[in-house]
């Protein structure tokens, strides 16, 4: 997928963080769980962003049943990543040390996040300093 195909609206991308975090499901399904978190949207919006996030590629649909039953083609971490390389590309030219340090300096983390990139750069620092192999 090319990183124009990644542009998301908002309520397409809500419907598929649904299917990321339960599953294939069908649109009544989508639709409750849109409404247990406030969302409060029509069958036939839901059953259209759907059909759009299939026609974009992100999700697929099984038609072989009554009612379709759509899931995600697409995990969260890829479209993550796709999204943070465009983002670094187009703020940072590339770099991603200064969006790291943007984040660290502006926003909240909790005590275990912090342990958790302490020890992502305690890693770093011994991969680094690890001898090159001999050829």
């Not at 069908?26 to 059909?51: C, F, K, P, S």
């Not at 990543?81 to 909790?110: C, H, M, W």
């Amino acid at each position: 997928m090319t990183a124009r195909q990644y542009d998301l609206g908002d309520a397409e991308l809500e419907a598929l963080k649904v299917l990321w975090d339960y599953g294939a499901l069908t649109v009544r399904e989508v639709l409750t769980h849109l409404h247990e978190a406030g969302r409060r949207v029509a069958y036939t919006t839901v059953q259209t962003l759907l059909n759009r996030l299939e026609q974009k590629g992100y999700v697929k649909s099984d038609k072989s049943e009554f009612a379709y039953v759509y899931r995600a083609r697409l995990t969260r971490e890829r479209l993550t990543r796709s999204r943070l390389k465009a983002l670094v590309k187009q703020l940072y030219d590339g770099a991603a040390g200064p969006l790291v340090l943007q984040l660290i300096q502006n926003e909240q983390f909790t005590a275990k996040e912090i342990e958790e990139l302490h020890e992502f750069i305690d890693h770093l620092d011994i991969v680094r300093e690890a001898p090159e192999p001999e050829k």
